[in-house]
């Protein structure tokens, strides 16, 4: 059985960026092999992972689109979906990466997104632990692509309004029966020691579990700039440690 971690956000707070610290501290814990899932159809966890994700379900979705409509498919529509998506995965060293991408073409993107919950269902169970970058809000949990998640990461920015967005994010959860084990907010680019005012109250609002604070980091800062892998942080990275408490909060 996998342990589900789902980190949502707005846009531009640097969730890509704490999914990409969550695989690394994961993998450094011992907690491996982990599944990272991008959702966001920007894609950019692979890069903040240091990989390259050629293929996508996107992609799949459009081929076997193309693929049936030509009549060349000897398969299945659902089988060749699926088998497009597992050749989608990305294999690296302590994880592996999935896609969601971009449907380039017209048409419903439902039945997609069905076969990706299916596929990683299946997926899933050869993991001890999965890490899923939404894109912005959670809008890939309202299609649910996944039935339940055992920690809901919130992410904001250190400002009045970004960490208000987190109340608006957590109502949206609850009004959409979304299952969650545990609550976690996580304040990015902290500027001081203590925690903005702001964020205290959005965890009375939300009853959060746990309250992180990352603090306004300049390493991190300029890997982002160079496209430098998060995986190569420095242990001693002051987010990283931050974070460690959190991975090691998880258990197993």
Same mark, same amino acid.
């Given at each position: ?5 789902? #980190?949502?956000? *707005? ?15 994961? &993998? $450094?814990?011992?907690?491996?092999? #982990?599944?990272? &899932?991008?959702?966001?159809?920007? !894609? ?9 994700? /050629? ?10 689109? @193309? ?6 498919? =000897?398969?299945?529509k ?20 999935? !896609? ?16 990706? *919950?299916?596929? &990683? ?9 999965v ?7 959670? $809008?890939n ?13 919130l ?7 970004g ?11 609850l ?5 969650? =084990?545990?609550?976690?907010l996580v ?20 009853g959060? @579990?746990? /309250? ?15 496209? &430098?892998?998060? /995986? ?6 002051? #987010?990283? *440690?931050?974070? @460690?408490?959190?991975? *090691?909060?998880?258990g197993?």
């Amino acid at each position: 059985m996998s342990f589900m971690i789902a #980190v949502s956000g *707005k846009g531009g707070v640097g969730k890509t960026t704490i999914c990409a610290m969550i695989v690394k501290q994961l &993998i $450094e814990a011992g907690k491996k092999p #982990v599944l990272a &899932i991008d959702a966001d159809p920007n !894609s950019c966890l692979d890069a903040a992972l240091g990989v390259c994700a /050629l293929k996508s379900v996107g992609a799949a979705r459009e081929a076997v689109r @193309d693929e049936t409509q030509s009549g060349l498919a =000897g398969i299945s529509k659902t089988e060749m979906l699926q088998m497009k998506i597992a050749e989608s995965l990305v294999e690296s060293s302590g994880f592996d990466l999935i !896609s969601m991408g971009r449907p380039e073409g017209a048409g419903c993107y439902c039945y997609a997104s069905n076969v990706l *919950k299916s596929v &990683i269902q299946e997926l899933s169970s050869q993991y001890p632990y999965v890490v899923l970058d939404n894109e912005a809000g959670l $809008e890939n949990l309202s299609r649910r692509i996944v039935a339940n998640v055992d920690v809901l990461v919130l992410v904001s920015d250190s400002s009045n309004a970004g960490i208000r967005t987190l109340g608006r994010l957590h109502a949206l959860a609850l009004e959409m029966g979304l299952k969650y =084990g545990k609550l976690v907010l996580v304040i990015n680019r902290v500027r001081g020691t203590e925690p903005p005012a702001a964020a205290v109250e959005a965890v009375k609002e939300t009853g959060a @579990d746990a /309250l992180i604070c990352l603090p306004d980091d300049a390493q991190i800062a300029e890997f982002a700039e160079n496209a &430098i892998s998060f /995986l190569k942080l420095p242990s001693e990275n002051a #987010v990283l *440690k931050e974070l @460690d408490g959190f991975i *090691k909060g998880l258990g197993g």
